[in-house]
Structures are given as structure tokens and as C-alpha cells.
Nanobody, 123 residues
Framework: QLQLVESGGDLVQPGGSLRLSCAAP????????IAWFRQIPGKERERVSC????????DYADSVKGRFAIKRNNDENTVDLKMNSLQPEDTAVYFC????????????????WGRGTQVTVSS
């Protein structure tokens, strides 16, 4: 079973930035397409970004396009989500997820999920 661990969530003021990291202890995370999702209370879970395996192609939800950037950190064996210009509506629990067959082009939910990290944007 693949274990995913998110970190980097925090309380930040509007307009601020955060970097979230997704680690997969004991495995090469580069072997997996990794998606970041967020769960806002009262709303459906949203996939905010995804990075493919071979091509490194990335995609973003319209709500975060131009503000968030997903990137593989080979030194740390993580997939990071850099979030800029954060707004109160970005407040959510952020999860990374994948499975051996997951692809950024699918709408199917990944099998393996981390426990999430809380991001709160408030003054």
C-alpha cells in the first residue's frame, strides 16, 4: 500500500503564499502521477492540480490557474504545490493522491490519499 504524507499547511493572510509538499516514504514519487485536491467545507472535493509521470505535463483548476504551481522536487522526493496570492476562498484541507494506474487525464478518483494538511487564509 502506498503511503502519502502532506505537509506545509498553515494560517496565512490574504495575498500570502504557501508551499505544500506531498511525500511518499519508501518509494520514488516520480513513478506516479500526483494530484492535489482540496476539500472546502460544504463544497465538493476539487482537484486543483495534477502532474503527469512521463511528460511532466501539469494541469490546474480554473480557480487556481495562474496562482498555483505544481512541481516535482527530486532532491526531496516530493511533489510540491506552490500557492501564491492566496484568498479566503482557498481555505481548505489539501490532499495529495495517486495510485499505480492514475493518470491526470482521468476523472476517476485515485485509490491512495494522504491525511491532508489544513490551509487557512484569514486576516
Amino acid at each position: 500500500q502506498l503511503q502519502l504524507v502532506e505537509s506545509g499547511g498553515d494560517l496565512v493572510q490574504p495575498g500570502g503564499s504557501l508551499r505544500l509538499s506531498c511525500a511518499a516514504p519508501g518509494v520514488h514519487i516520480n513513478l506516479y502521477a500526483i494530484a492535489w485536491f482540496r476539500q472546502i467545507p460544504g463544497k465538493e472535493r476539487e482537484r486543483v492540480s495534477c502532474i503527469s509521470v512521463a511528460s511532466g505535463r501539469t494541469d490546474y483548476a480554473d480557480s487556481v490557474k495562474g496562482r498555483f504551481a505544481i512541481k516535482r522536487n527530486n532532491d526531496e522526493n516530493t511533489v510540491d504545490l506552490k500557492m501564491n496570492s492566496l484568498q479566503p476562498e482557498d481555505t481548505a484541507v489539501y490532499f495529495c493522491a495517486t495510485d499505480p494506474y492514475y493518470s491526470c487525464s482521468t476523472s476517476k478518483s485515485p485509490e491512495y490519499w494522504g491525511r491532508g494538511t489544513q490551509v487557512t487564509v484569514s486576516s
